[in-house]
């Protein structure tokens, strides 16, 4: 046998629940209303994997997908039903005409250059309206001096800038795009994200975005007991070993043992996304319960965790993270969608 055909098993792993996920999306398509909720798969499906979110999310009913660039877009195009549409949200440059006109996905057209562009071409796209964010979009004034014949626009979308706040901005945005919609002839609108969902009927419209709700983000309290955690990282134990009161942990000795105790080292660190804001504050369970603190800094390839709680662990057993995102979040001082995106790519990911 060569050496390429040996397997390797990886020491992190991804446990993937599919059923928080398709739960998570018919929750967030209910808190829709009238509208329907696509899905957000953009980053890799927020690094869980785009086309196992996909297939699962299509089978479970979502027809809109957004995704960020055409490279995201190719890698789903053969899973796409007839009944299920794509957008990239970035638009089209004049690079990915070569290969957008050879697809079913649909530019989000961010500004007049990318509209002039593919109003040559006769194929659907969606138009983004810039509400008061000042990144992509087209500005009202624009919109209002074009002559849209011609443009076969599918969504007319917006994009709200602090919808997990209650803030004036998340109103002014709204009156922004509901007076920018008769400038734009499309047969569907669309404003909210997951936080915006949460913000009411007003918001709705007649297709809803969602993205972290779907993998288990909680950006507003009205979503708090709603959705499920998706995303649960596991790491396995390289070694274990007895501290004695005095000794010290890891770089910099940002922890000292006050009392003898043993610990694991885990075969985990930030070049995995389990970033250094964990160091010191960061949690580990054994069979779900037994909580094993995470001691001293986070390394790049390794972390060490007190295993009082659980002193039969040893060398080869696994552990899982406390990743439940608002409280990872809480522990780390990372975003929610810090936190999920930049799981790196030396999982194993695995679906239940």
């Known amino acids: 046998m060569s050496d390429n055909k040996i397997e390797i098993p990886s020491t992190v792993r991804l446990r993937l629940d599919g059923n928080a996920l398709t739960t998570n ?3 967030l398509d209910d808190l829709s209303g009238s509208a329907t909720a696509g899905a957000a798969i953009k980053a890799n499906a927020y690094g869980l994997g ?3 979110v996909f297939q699962r999310l299509q ?4 027809k ?10 190719r890698e789903l195009a053969p899973y796409v039903d007839q009944s299920s549409n794509t957008s990239v949200l970035n638009g089209v440059r004049a690079e990915d005409m070569p290969y957008a006109m050879t697809g079913s996905a649909k530019p989000v057209l961010n500004s007049m250059e990318q509209v002039r562009r593919w109003r040559e071409t006769g194929r659907p796209c969606d138009v983004m309206i810039d509400s008061g964010m000042n990144r992509l979009g087209i500005e009202a004034a624009d919109a209002k001096q074009f002559d849209w014949s011609g443009l076969d626009i599918d969504i007319v979308m917006s994009h709200l800038a602090s919808a997990d706040e209650d803030t004036a901005q998340n109103s002014d945005q709204l009156d922004q795009f509901l007076s920018s919609l008769p400038l734009v002839p499309g047969k569907r609108a669309s404003l909210s994200n997951s936080a915006g969902i949460a913000l009411g009927e007003a918001y709705h419209f007649d297709c809803t975005r969602p993205g972290l709700s779907l993998y288990g983000g909680k950006q507003r309290s009205e979503l708090t007991d709603v959705i499920q955690q998706v995303v649960f990282p596991e790491a396995q134990i390289l070694q274990t070993r007895d501290l004695k009161i005095g000794d010290k942990v890891g770089y910099n000795a940002k922890y000292t043992a006050q009392r003898d105790h043993p610990i694991a080292i885990l075969a985990m660190g930030y070049a995995d996304g389990y970033l250094r804001g964990f160091s010191n504050s960061g949690l580990f369970l054994d069979d779900g319960q037994k909580e094993l603190p995470v001691l001293g800094r986070v390394s790049m390839d390794l972390i060490a965790i007190d295993i009082t709680a659980a002193p039969h662990l040893e060398e080869s057993a696994w552990v899982t993270a406390q990743y439940d995102l608002p409280l990872a979040s809480s522990q780390s001082g990372l975003s929610q969608y810090e936190l ?3 799981l790196g790519n030396r999982y194993a990911r695995y679906w239940v």
């Open 64 to 73: 809109d997908f957004y995704v960020a660039n055409w490279q995201e877009a």
């Open 340 to 342: 999920i995106t930049g």
């Open 50 to 52: 785009s086309v196992e």
């Open 59 to 62: 089978a479970a009913g979502s």
């Open 25 to 27: 999306w018919r929750k």
